[in-house]
């Protein structure tokens, strides 16, 4: 379970004791998600070893993301705009890091094309339908047709994300089968801050692909 969209320690911190195996960082200027290098040094500081750390980039330079990476300690890079093969490899060479390659999902070509990323791990994320959301790369609260998973051919692990929230990741998981599930507007108060109530409702129903929630 992947939980994106974290901009303070608190949030960061009950990710982590729910049992959250990624920590997600977003440092996308566009993003009502962004977060803070400063808070996001307070989060790595406290949690490294603990969770995987992951920073999240949109089109950012490979100076950018490798500077960030070494400053934050990070494990993870999540490219999640336009990058291709050779800069998801130099992203990884120059940081360290595994890299996981978003892409918005459409239909089976959309993941049939992340097939040329050699990387870590591959997410699928939605494709906004609104246009208010075509310049946001996730967070948009809207799904994709889960059962396109299925066609994913690589060996590369898959992430699935994308509107997922306690009503609708366990028939997320059924369907798609993924390695692991990404949430971000799904567990919120509000963008940027994690709802506790909803948080535990979504680990617990991620842990029951039946989709039936257990009581607390």
């Keep these: 379970m992947k939980i994106c969209g974290l901009t303070n320690l608190p949030d960061a911190a009950l990710a982590v004791e729910l049992g959250a195996w990624a920590l997600g960082?977003?440092?996308?200027?566009?993003?009502?998600?962004?977060?803070?290098l400063a808070e996001a040094q307070r989060i790595?500081?406290?949690?490294?070893?603990?969770a995987e750390l992951c920073g999240v980039f949109v089109n950012a330079s490979l100076d950018e993301v490798a500077g960030v990476s070494e400053e934050l300690g990070l494990t993870m890079l999540q490219l999640h705009g336009d990058e291709?093969?050779?800069?998801?490899?130099?992203?990884a060479r120059r940081s360290g890091a595994?890299?996981?390659?978003?892409?918005?999902?459409a239909d089976a070509g959309d993941v049939r094309d992340l097939e040329r990323f050699h990387v870590d791990f591959h997410l699928l994320d939605a494709r906004?339908?609104?246009a208010q959301s075509q310049s946001l790369?996730?967070?948009?609260?809207?799904?994709?047709?889960?059962?396109?998973?299925?066609?994913?051919?690589?060996?590369?692990?898959?992430?699935?994300?994308?509107?997922?929230?306690?009503?609708?990741?366990?028939?997320?998981?059924?369907?798609?089968?993924?390695?692991?599930?990404?949430?971000?507007?799904?567990?919120e108060a509000a963008p940027g801050r994690k709802d506790e109530a909803k948080l535990r409702a979504f680990l617990r129903a991620a842990r029951a692909p039946s989709g039936v929630v257990q009581p607390a």
């Design 25 to 36: 960082m977003i440092f996308y200027p566009g993003s009502p998600r962004r977060c803070s």
């Design 44 to 50: 790595s500081r406290a949690l490294r070893r603990k």
């Design 84 to 91: 291709g093969p050779s800069f998801c490899a130099e992203a």
């Design 98 to 105: 595994r890299v996981v390659k978003a892409a918005q999902i």
């Design 128 to 130: 906004p339908s609104r």
């Design 137 to 187: 790369r996730g967070g948009t609260g809207e799904t994709f047709d889960w059962s396109l998973a299925r066609t994913h051919r690589s060996d590369v692990p898959l992430i699935v994300s994308g509107g997922l929230s306690a009503e609708n990741v366990g028939e997320a998981i059924a369907v798609a089968r993924p390695y692991a599930v990404d949430t971000a507007s799904g567990t």
